[in-house]
């Protein structure tokens, strides 16, 4: 898998690193669109919003043709439907009821409606303009009983950091006017949704300091006449005795309210509430997760269904051992039938006409949305169609990639293991020099409460293709394997992530899989953290890289960031020596090997003077470092030529500097401080 004992006529031999690969960073950043939801109009079209880098990232509304013709945008060549609400990046910009749809434009964050009947119909503001984007709104829901939208709203006007969230009703009647207050006093809101009548809301509220995947609260208000919650009750999350983080509520057609929570067995599993009693009954129990941390608005991980027999039916997903399952769960009868699709990887479910819409992927279908059609008895999937991917023609490079392993190795605690993703290196066109192993190129991911997923990513291609391996950690802390394995890292960020992922480094060396003398590391956001950490203090790496990366843990705290990540690290970091002990800028003089940093100038969640900070130390200490700063960019690189030239540097900074090779691709390398 990593060496070659005897030469193949058919291939060329060539040392790894130094392979030509067709997986172009072209074909990466064209393929790097994003999918921020999905939803079905009022004769069952599909419409989705995808990301476009071509066009700077621009988010565009879509709706697919039943008729395999090209798909049809919705909104107009100048809005971008995106929302800034919480710091998200994507998710909850847009809600659709029949061939209605309302959205959030990112240039002036206001609410827009929009008939979908004609292409040609222009978008109507529905929300005051406050003379600039200081209001902004997301995770709606129509109300039709009062002709008005619900929606969560986070008003900047006071204060630019310190806002105000809350639980407004947008009306719908054609005159902008102030939305009305529905709720208010927490610190954050998610998932207003109303019941089949409207006589009822359930939403999901937290407060500082917590994340609400560490606690949170659901409630039910009951809707007056005049259309104010004049009567609450908490459904979970108020006891105590129990730690929980309830999330995704939603209606039956019958009245009934599900949810996900981890009440139970540490795992996000469904439930159901009996009002007449405020009890909480168990949907169906399973030690894995039926759900994510809400990073983004917009999940939706489980949808009702009917069947001939009349039962209500839920067509859910859930993650066990870095895998994802499709099933359809009979609540009555507490059985779960899993449904057989190529998507090992699903984000999302929206139900359709007879037929479910999944967002999904696979070890080699990229990011992708297809239609799946059930039998009569929803026990069976009977036909599988893709009908919207982020690289539509990657497959004709299929030959080029390399196949995820899911492997679990032993950490520094005795009796823990974590978890990774490992890519040989792949290429039907070469074969490396005998007895050689190949460079390592090591991935944490961002969150840090995120997870890795073992999915055909173009980005990890480009490097196996070029004779690279790849290893993606889920480090203690990482969600997907239960509230036990996520709080791993309370208190001991920049300890727990860092010696995994250095474990997981030496595991593959051990192993024989990888070389020891060139192993780098990369990460975005808190990955970039966690890579310049074990940088700083550890000795396992050769070289690092960091995209928009934490250096200073204090410039995270309140008065650095914006209001939803503003209290989060209190909780994975501790004291202010804690602070100041893990913090890399601190200790530039444990820094000794080349590291390259990459920054967006409009990062809300990382300012970029903690990588101008961190530059200019290691200029000054005489390590050989390079800093890359885009314009118009935020927390995360959506420009296609920003993604391209990002990938293609980290690749020949690491060929240069600790690979013993020269990069096959023709890249016009940055300046390096201190490297001649």
């Not at 074909?27 to 669109?33: D, F, M, P, R, W």
């Not at 039962?311 to 009868?333: M, P």
Request: hydrophobic share 35%; with cysteine; proline share 5%.
């Amino acid at each position: 898998m990593t060496s070659s004992s005897s030469a193949s006529p058919s291939k060329l031999t060539a040392p790894y690193g130094s392979w030509k690969s067709p997986i172009s960073a072209d074909l990466v950043s064209g393929a790097s669109k994003l999918l921020a939801g999905t939803a079905v109009d009022a004769l069952g079209r599909l419409i989705f919003l995808e990301s476009r880098p071509s066009q700077s990232g621009r988010m565009v509304l879509v709706r697919a043709s039943p008729e395999n013709q090209d798909p049809v945008d919705i909104t107009p060549e100048d809005c971008s439907v995106r929302t800034v609400a919480m710091g998200s990046e994507s998710g909850g910009a847009f809600t659709v009821l029949g061939d209605t749809v309302i959205f959030s434009n990112y240039q002036d964050q206001r609410l827009y409606k929009k008939s979908m009947t004609s292409a040609d119909s222009c978008p109507v503001p529905v929300t005051p303009d406050y003379g600039g984007p200081v209001v902004c709104y997301a995770d709606g829901v129509f109300d039709q009983r009062f002709n008005r939208y619900v929606t969560v709203r986070e008003d900047f006007r006071e204060s630019s950091l310190n806002s105000t969230t809350t639980i407004v009703a947008v009306g719908l009647d054609g005159y902008i006017r102030e939305p009305e207050v529905l709720v208010a006093g927490n610190d954050f809101y998610a998932f207003p949704r109303m019941d089949p009548k409207g006589k009822r809301m359930a939403w999901i509220e937290w407060s500082h300091p917590n994340m609400p995947w560490d606690e949170a609260q659901l409630w039910v208000g009951y809707i007056a006449d005049n259309g104010e919650v004049h009567k609450r009750v908490c459904v979970a999350g108020d006891d105590p005795r129990i730690m929980e983080s309830p999330t995704e509520p939603k209606w039956s057609s019958k009245g009934e309210l599900f949810f996900i929570t981890d009440r139970h067995n540490g795992f996000w599993n469904l439930y159901r509430w009996a009002e007449s009693n405020n009890e909480v009954i168990s949907a169906y129990s399973l030690d894995a997760e039926f759900s994510r941390p809400l990073w983004n608005f917009g999940m939706n991980s489980y949808e009702f269904i009917q069947s001939n027999e009349g039962k209500n039916l839920i067509a859910c997903s859930y993650r066990k051992s870095g895998r994802s399952y499709l099933g359809i769960l009979d609540d009555v009868e507490g059985s779960l039938s899993l449904l057989s699709i190529p998507f090992t990887d699903i984000n999302n479910i929206t139900l359709g006409f007879s037929c479910l819409y999944v967002e999904g992927a696979s070890e080699v279908h990229p990011l992708s949305v297809a239609k799946v059609i059930l039998d009569d008895h929803k026990s069976k999937a009977v036909d599988f169609k893709i009908l919207w991917s982020s690289s539509p023609d990657c497959l004709k490079y299929e030959s080029y990639f390399s196949l995820p392993k899911f492997i679990e190795f032993p950490t520094e605690v005795p009796g823990k293991t974590a978890f990774a993703f490992f890519y040989p290196p792949s290429n039907s066109d070469y074969q490396a020099t005998i007895d050689e192993k190949p460079p390592l190129l090591l991935g944490s991911h961002g969150g840090p409460t995120f997870e890795s997923r073992g999915i055909l990513n173009l980005s990890i291609q480009y490097w196996t293709s070029r004779g690279w391996a790849f290893v993606d950690v889920n480090y203690g802390g990482s969600t997907g394997y239960g509230r036990e394995y996520r709080e791993r890292l309370l208190g001991k960020w920049g300890i727990v992530d860092v010696n995994d992922c250095c474990s997981c480094a030496r595991y593959l060396v051990d192993s024989g899989m990888v070389d020891g003398e060139r192993l780098c590391a990369t990460g975005e956001s808190a990955g970039g953290y966690t890579t310049l950490a074990a940088l700083a203090f550890r000795d396992t790496f050769k070289a690092g890289a960091s995209l928009y990366g934490i250096a200073d843990l204090r410039m995270l705290k309140a008065e650095e960031t914006h209001k939803f990540e503003s209290r989060y690290i209190d909780n994975l970091v501790g004291t202010e020596k804690e602070y100041f002990d893990r913090s890399p800028i601190n200790f530039v003089d444990k820094f000794s090997c080349p590291i390259i940093l990459f920054q967006g100038l409009e990062d809300m969640s990382v300012p970029p003077k903690q990588a101008r900070t961190i530059y200019h130390a290691l200029k000054e200490k005489g390590l050989p470092v390079a800093l890359v700063e885009y314009e118009g960019e935020g927390h995360g690189f959506r420009k296609a030529e920003n993604i391209k030239f990002t990938l293609e540097q980290q690749m020949v900074f690491f060929a240069r500097l600790v690979g013993h090779f020269k990069a096959a691709d023709e890249i016009t390398p940055i300046k390096i401080d201190n490297f001649v």
